[in-house]
C-alpha cells in the first residue's frame, strides 16, 4: 500500500488550519467584507512513475460539496463562531477541539451526509473552481465538508462509511472526508497579521492500494480414454520488473470436454505467464504449452487456453507420485517419486 501526502494527520491538516481561522479568533482585515467564497480542490500529484498518473486520472475523481455550518458573528463583527445547519445540528463545533477531535466531527458530518445530507455541489471536477453559481445560492462564509469519490461508482463508501474510494484500472484510492472554513487567511497562527482570502485552495490527499484481479486456464482433451488425468500449470506475474505473483494450478479430468481453473488476487496491470508443466505421457500438446496474458484486467476473465490430445500410450507403472518444486532460477520443476 503507497500513501501519498503526509502520514497520519496530516490529512487532517488542511481543514485544522482553516478552522482555526475563523473559531474565536479576531478578524483580518477585510474578513467582515466577504460575503461569497470559492474553492478549487486539486491532489497530490507525488506520482510514483507516469504510468500511476495515467491511472489516478482514469479514476476520474470527483468533488461533491456539503454546507454544515453558517458563520455568524460575535462581539460587534471582532470574532466569529459556527452555527451547524440542518440536519447536521447533533454536530458539537468548538474551537479548543484537537485535530483527533476535528477528525471525529469531519466523520460524524460525513455520516450525517451519506445518510440525510444533500450536496450543494455534486460531480465537480479535481482543478475546477466551486463558486456560488455552481451551488445555486451564495456559497457564503461557513464550514464545508468535502466528498472525493470516483464519478461512475454507484457506490463509492467503504464497508464502515470512514472513506470513499475511487477506482483506477491499476490502483484504487482512498479519500477521508475533510473539513474546511471558507475564506481562509494567510496567517493561520494569528488572524489579525494576515488577509482573509476568498478563494480557496485545499490539497486533496489520498491512499492508494493495488487492485486484483483473476486468470482462468481453459484445458481441452481430445479423444480422451481411461483414467483420470492431471494437468499442471505454473503461473507467474509480473509487474514493473518485480515477480508479484506465483502459484500452480491443476485440472482433472476424466473425459474429453473442456474444464477450466481460475486463479485471483493477481495485480491489476501485471503480465502473466502460464506454463503446462506436466500432461502426462498419454497427451500431447496442441500448440504452445505456454500462454501469457498481456495485462491483468479486473473485472474481465483474463483467460488463457490449452489443448491436448489422447496418444493412446501405455503407461506402465504404479505408486508414482507427482511433486513439484520451485526455485527462482528454473521456476517450476516436476519431480516423479
Known amino acids: 500500500m503507497r500513501e501519498y501526502g503526509r502520514k497520519g494527520a496530516s ?25 461569497e467564497v470559492s474553492l478549487t480542490v486539486t491532489a497530490s500529484d507525488n506520482f ?10 482514469g479514476a476520474d475523481v470527483v468533488i461533491d460539496l456539503y454546507q454544515i455550518a453558517g458563520m455568524t458573528a460575535l462581539g460587534g463583527g471582532v470574532t466569529y463562531d459556527f452555527t451547524p445547519m440542518d440536519p ?34 455534486t460531480g465537480r471536477a479535481l482543478g475546477e473552481k466551486i463558486v456560488s453559481s455552481d451551488a ?52 493561520p497562527e494569528d488572524t489579525s497579521l494576515g488577509e482573509w482570502v476568498a478563494d480557496a485552495e ?8 493495488e ?7 481453459y484445458k481441452t482433451v481430445r479423444n480422451f480414454e481411461g483414467e483420470e488425468a492431471t494437468f499442471v500449470f505454473s503461473v507467474e506475474a509480473e509487474k514493473n520488473g518485480v515477480n508479484v505473483y506465483s502459484n500452480v ?9 473442456t474444464l477450466s481453473a481460475t486463479l485471483d488476487r493477481i495485480p491489476a496491470g501485471s503480465r502473466v505467464t502460464v506454463t503446462e508443466v506436466y500432461s502426462g505421457g498419454r497427451f500431447d500438446l496442441v500448440g504452445s504449452g505456454v500462454a501469457e496474458i498481456e495485462s491483468v484486467t479486473v473485472g474481465e476473465e483474463n483467460a488463457v487456453s490449452f489443448e491436448n490430445t489422447y496418444n493412446r500410450k501405455i503407461i506402465s507403472g504404479h505408486g508414482i507420485q507427482n511433486h513439484f518444486t520451485y526455485s527462482a532460477e528454473s521456476g517450476w520443476q516436476w519431480e516423479k517419486q
Open 11 to 35: 490529512l487532517l491538516l488542511a481543514f485544522i488550519l482553516c478552522l482555526s481561522l475563523l473559531m474565536g479568533m479576531a478578524a483580518g482585515v477585510g474578513a467582515e467584507e466577504i460575503t
Open 136 to 187: 445555486g445560492s451564495p456559497l457564503g462564509l461557513g464550514l464545508y465538508l468535502v466528498i472525493a469519490h470516483g464519478r461512475e461508482l454507484e457506490s463509492f463508501w467503504n464497508e464502515d462509511g470512514s472513506a470513499t474510494l475511487a477506482e483506477g484500472a491499476v490502483y484504487s484510492y482512498a479519500f477521508t472526508p475533510l473539513l474546511i472554513a471558507l475564506p481562509t487567511n494567510t496567517s
Open 48 to 57: 510514483s512513475d507516469e504510468a500511476a498518473e495515467e491511472d489516478f486520472k
Open 88 to 121: 447536521y445540528g447533533s454536530l458539537a463545533l468548538d474551537g479548543e477541539m484537537t485535530a483527533e477531535a476535528w477528525q471525529t466531527v469531519a466523520e460524524d458530518a460525513a455520516a450525517i451526509a451519506r445518510n440525510e445530507g444533500t450536496p450543494i455541489v
Open 249 to 257: 494450478a491443476t485440472i482433472h479430468m476424466g473425459q474429453s470436454g
Open 211 to 217: 487492485r486484483f484481479g483473476e486468470i482462468t486456464i
Open 202 to 209: 485545499l490539497l486533496l490527499k489520498y491512499v492508494q492500494t
